[in-house]
């Protein structure tokens, strides 16, 4: 028996990329799957593949920056499975650009799927957390978070939100609840579909193609973190390619 057996997880950004890859690794160690994204067909063939496999998986629409949508998802997962174990805030956004773009929407964009997203899903989960005396919080943040590099001024204040946030949340959850951040470097998803500069994408691109790795790799990084023991409470964790500096 596996540490994920019998878990309920709430994943958001379930569709594609680290969260599709993460949710089929929980529900093939026998966790029960909640899954949120904004693409219902993508949601409805995730859901259909586990449940082909043997495993045991919901899905709701969620768009990460409607508070409601966040409420509804944990709500799902505690009237279906009974409780809630982990909360996976993994959606986000990076159309990156220069500053001197002005592409304010773009801006707009990340700061609302980002950080408020991620705040919305602490919103949702910790009173359930709090009601039941256990739960875990994933926040998904990045390398960016880390080290800021040109171009990409927005995205990364965005993950250091996600850092900060997630660090003042662990000193506040006491002895019942754990934290955990997970900061990818690149990763091979589709992530570039949302950015607006040519330029960017372009750039973005070539350098995934040159050393990306698998969402895989970052779903088995979150898996290790939510199969510790109760007592055990890993903070963070960063993965990226060999090659990424």
Same mark, same amino acid.
């Given at each position: 028996?596996?540490?994920?057996?019998?878990?309920?997880?709430?994943?958001?950004?379930?569709?594609?990329?680290?969260?599709?890859?993460?949710?089929?690794?929980?529900?093939?160690?026998?966790?029960?799957?909640?899954?949120?994204?904004?693409?219902?067909?993508?949601?409805?063939?995730?859901?259909?593949?586990?449940?082909?496999?043997?495993?045991?998986?919901?899905?709701?629409?969620?768009?990460?920056?409607?508070?409601?949508?966040?409420?509804?998802?944990?709500?799902?997962?505690?009237?279906?499975?009974?409780?809630?174990?982990?909360?996976?805030?993994?959606?986000?956004?990076?159309?990156?650009?220069?500053?001197?773009?002005?592409?304010?929407?773009?801006?707009?964009?990340?700061?609302?799927?980002?950080?408020?997203?991620?705040?919305?899903?602490?919103?949702?989960?910790?009173?359930?957390?709090?009601?039941?005396?256990?739960?875990?919080?994933?926040?998904?943040?990045?390398?960016?978070?880390?080290?800021?590099?040109?171009?990409?001024?927005?995205?990364?204040?965005?993950?250091?939100?996600? =850092? /900060? $946030?997630?660090?003042?949340?662990? !000193?506040? #959850?006491?002895?019942?609840?754990?934290?955990? *951040?997970?900061? &990818?470097?690149?990763?091979?998803?589709?992530?570039?579909?949302?950015?607006?500069?040519?330029?960017?994408?372009?750039?973005?691109?070539?350098?995934?193609?040159?050393?990306?790795?698998?969402?895989?790799?970052?779903? =088995? /990084? $979150?898996?290790?973190?939510?199969? !510790?023991? #109760?007592?055990?409470?890993?903070?963070?964790? *960063?993965?990226? &390619?060999?090659?990424?500096?």
């Amino acid at each position: 028996m596996s540490g994920s057996e019998g878990k309920v997880v709430v994943i958001t950004g379930a569709s594609s990329g680290i969260g599709e890859a993460t949710a089929l690794l929980l529900a093939e160690r026998g966790a029960k799957v909640v899954l949120g994204a904004r693409g219902l067909d993508r949601l409805e063939a995730l859901a259909d593949r586990i449940a082909r496999a043997g495993g045991g998986a919901v899905y709701a629409r969620t768009d990460v920056k409607r508070r409601e949508d966040l409420s509804n998802l944990v709500t799902l997962a505690c009237e279906r499975y009974g409780k809630l174990d982990v909360l996976v805030n993994n959606a986000g956004s990076m159309p990156v650009s220069p500053l001197d773009d002005l592409r304010v929407e773009d801006w707009e964009e990340m700061i609302d799927i980002n950080i408020k997203g991620v705040l919305y899903g602490i919103a949702a989960a910790l009173p359930v957390f709090r009601k039941q005396g256990f739960g875990h919080f994933v926040n998904t943040a990045s390398t960016a978070g880390i080290t800021v590099h040109p171009n990409m001024a927005v995205y990364a204040g965005t993950k250091f939100a996600v =850092r /900060a $946030i997630s660090e003042g949340l662990r !000193q506040e #959850a006491g002895d019942k609840l754990r934290v955990t *951040i997970i900061s &990818p470097g690149f990763v091979r998803t589709d992530f570039t579909e949302s950015m607006t500069s040519p330029e960017m994408k372009a750039q973005i691109r070539d350098s995934m193609d040159k050393m990306a790795i698998s969402p895989d790799a970052i779903a =088995r /990084a $979150i898996v290790f973190a939510i199969e !510790q023991p #109760a007592d055990v409470d890993v903070g963070e964790i *960063i993965v990226r &390619p060999t090659p990424q500096s």
